[in-house]
């Protein structure tokens, strides 16, 4: 069998046969089974001079006088070649920069074909570690970490060649749990931020706020989203739609947050405790999203403690000078304008009058003095 690229000789001889004789060469092909007339024929010669393995096929040759025609037997010419560089077939896959992208948890068909005669014997390897010997290699529910280079050796036993191609196999898998969303306060809380997240995975996850009302889209972000809008302009019960894509999503993750004021108006009150000893404010306006902001501040417009959310309690040691003084939680939502409610502080004349003689009572018990201070009850009275 003739090496492609090599020289071969067909010669085709009549032992009897009348002058003139005419030679007519045909060749039956492998792959379309049909038959051509042999453009290298010259005679009873077939002069091959570069071997190609288009040649492979029955070669027919045909005699013919003035007398009568007679054909010989087919002679079969096998060309020996290859192999070509593989080419690696990926099912299913999609391109990349970097290649080829499977999808995690898929079942992933590598094949590798290289035309070659005899035919290739083939050898897989990843990342330079072999692991397959034969054609197809299959991945059942390939993980992230089977990620890397996949390498096909194809071999000709005949010719000792070898010939290899790489491809990069790129896996692609979602981020942890689903995509997080909410509605958050800003700019002092006259503004809305529409925050919406989905780290991890592989690559990032695509992230676009949608209104529900108004079908806006807006333009995609990654892993973390964040837009912001007046509170003026957002009516309440307004819904978003926080929509994901990744080449891995095959199911609907949208998160979805809903923009509420809280229920009814702020609501103060302001209660005694241990004894009296302290006066504990009360502010709440719970309910809403995002929560909205409480601050207490005193008769003087003075801050009393922290800004919190939803709850906002306050102690205050008890003391004469509250008494009828003014605090005033302030409150602030980005859906609607600035409420407040307010209490005042002071004794009744009743509760002065049993707190004074029940101090008075108990310097008696113990056979004690009361100084003028001491004898200064609550409400700011000097007993006489």
Request: charged share 15%; hydrophobic share 35%; glycine share 6%.
């Amino acid at each position: 069998c003739p090496v492609e690229g090599s020289v071969a000789f067909v010669l085709c001889t009549v032992e009897n046969g009348t002058q003139p004789l005419e030679y007519t060469w045909t060749r039956q092909s492998t792959l379309s089974k049909k038959f051509v007339n042999v453009s290298e024929a010259t005679g009873g010669l077939v002069n091959l001079t570069s071997v190609h393995r288009n040649h492979t096929g029955w070669y027919t040759c045909s005699v013919r006088s003035e007398v009568n025609e007679e054909s010989s037997d087919p002679l079969w010419l096998e060309v020996i070649f290859g192999p070509d560089e593989p080419f690696i077939n990926v099912t299913p896959y999609t391109l990349n920069s970097m290649g080829y992208s499977a999808i995690e948890w898929d079942t992933i068909f590598l094949t590798c074909s290289a035309s070659s005669n005899p035919p290739s014997h083939y050898i897989w390897f990843y990342n330079n570690s072999q692991i397959y010997s034969g054609q197809r290699f299959v991945i059942k529910k390939i993980s992230r970490s089977q990620a890397g280079a996949y390498m096909c050796l194809a071999q000709n036993s005949a010719l000792n060649a070898r010939t290899k191609t790489t491809i990069i196999l790129t896996v692609y898998y979602l981020p942890d749990g689903k995509p997080t969303c909410t509605v958050l306060a800003v700019n002092n809380y006259q503004d809305v931020a529409l925050w919406c997240s989905w780290q991890g995975g592989h690559p990032a996850a695509g992230l676009q706020w949608l209104e529900v009302k108004d079908g806006i889209i807006d333009v995609m972000e990654y892993s973390s989203l964040t837009k912001v809008k007046a509170g003026e302009d957002i009516l309440n019960n307004s819904t978003y739609t926080c929509h994901p894509s990744h080449p891995a999503l095959r199911s609907d993750l949208s998160c979805r947050t809903t923009a509420l004021l809280p229920e009814e108006q702020p609501k103060c009150s302001a209660t005694a405790v241990k004894n009296n000893e302290y006066t504990m404010l009360s502010c709440s306006w719970e309910g809403g999203l995002p929560l909205a902001s409480l601050q207490w501040k005193n008769w003087r417009n003075q801050p009393l403690g922290n800004l919190e959310r939803s709850i906002n309690n306050q102690v205050l040691k008890s003391t004469t000078a509250y008494n009828g003084k003014d605090f005033v939680c302030q409150a602030a939502h980005p859906l609607t304008s600035d409420e407040m409610c307010s209490v005042r502080l002071g004794m009744t004349q009743s509760k002065c009058s049993r707190i004074f003689f029940n101090k008075l009572l108990l310097s008696a018990s113990i056979g004690a003095q009361l100084s003028p201070r001491e004898l200064q009850n609550p409400c700011g009275c000097i007993l006489r």
